[in-house]
């Protein structure tokens, strides 16, 4: 079976620090790979999908980054914090496009809060 | 585009009864996927049902259904005998291309 796992579970950092949050899926190969960030009360903003290795598409311009070092690893990157980064993050992978269904699964998410 | 809306951000239901949720969406893809995502206070989204807009048929998932009304792009999600438990943010999502669009959820308490 497949599991996707996220760590951090919870971060704190202080404005201007950099970041790392990764994201791993197990139980699959060339998966599609998601993250999402859910501020308070909110719904989910897509920021980044990579459909393979290297390969990364970015929906929001901001100041976070993403990589795709391997195939089950996607790693959520900044340089510099701020306030407005806070919020949930949440990573999720689904099937490649062809496979017959497209359903994303989650993993259990970074909270993060930047002070 | 795709949009996602849910004109209810929050709705209760008391324990064993029927509650339904709203769902419209826009989309210019001729084939698409609609869900329902459910958030508990845990915050792990959890994948409630899934509609292939293809489908006339309705997609059933035990205490869980839709009503897929393809011409009108509504896709509502009706929980039968409410536990304690279905206490979650629920979330109508479509999949049209690559990526998926979310609504801004509804938040279902149920009373016991």
């Known amino acids: 079976s497949q599991t996707i796992h996220q760590w951090p579970a919870t971060l704190v950092q202080p404005v201007g620090s950099p970041l790392s949050l990764e994201c791993t899926v197990e139980?699959?190969?060339?998966?599609?790979l998601y993250w999402y960030r859910q501020a308070a009360g909110r719904g989910l903003q897509l920021l980044f999908y990579?459909?393979?290795?290297?390969?990364i598409s970015s929906e929001v311009p901001q100041n976070l980054s993403a990589s795709r070092p391997q195939d089950r690893q996607f790693i959520l990157s900044s340089k510099k914090l701020l306030l407005s980064d806070s919020g949930f993050y949440l990573c999720?992978?689904?099937?490649?496009?062809?496979?017959?269904?497209?359903?994303?699964?989650f993993g259990p998410g970074t909270r993060l809060t930047v002070l | 585009a795709q949009t996602v809306t849910q004109s209810q951000p929050e709705m209760s239901v008391q324990e064993a009864e029927t509650v339904t949720l709203s769902c419209t969406y826009d989309?210019?893809?001729?084939?698409?996927?609609l869900f329902w995502y459910k958030q508990p206070p845990s915050r792990q989204m959890i994948l409630v049902i899934r509609?292939?807009?293809?489908?006339?048929q309705n997609a059933t998932e035990n205490r869980f259904s839709v009503n897929f009304q393809k011409a009108a792009k509504s896709f509502s999600l009706k929980i039968s005998d409410s536990q304690l438990g279905d206490t979650a943010m629920y979330f109508c999502?479509?999949?049209?291309?690559?990526?998926?669009?979310f609504g801004p959820g509804t938040s279902l308490s149920v009373i016991p």
């Open positions: 999720a992978w689904s099937y490649s496009p062809g496979s017959g269904t497209d359903t994303q699964y």
């Open positions: 139980g699959t190969s060339n998966p599609n």
């Open positions: 990579s459909v393979g290795i290297g390969q």
């Open positions: 989309t210019s893809e001729n084939n698409y996927y």
């Open positions: 509609q292939e807009a293809y489908k006339q």
């Open positions: 999502a479509s999949l049209g291309g690559d990526k998926v669009i």
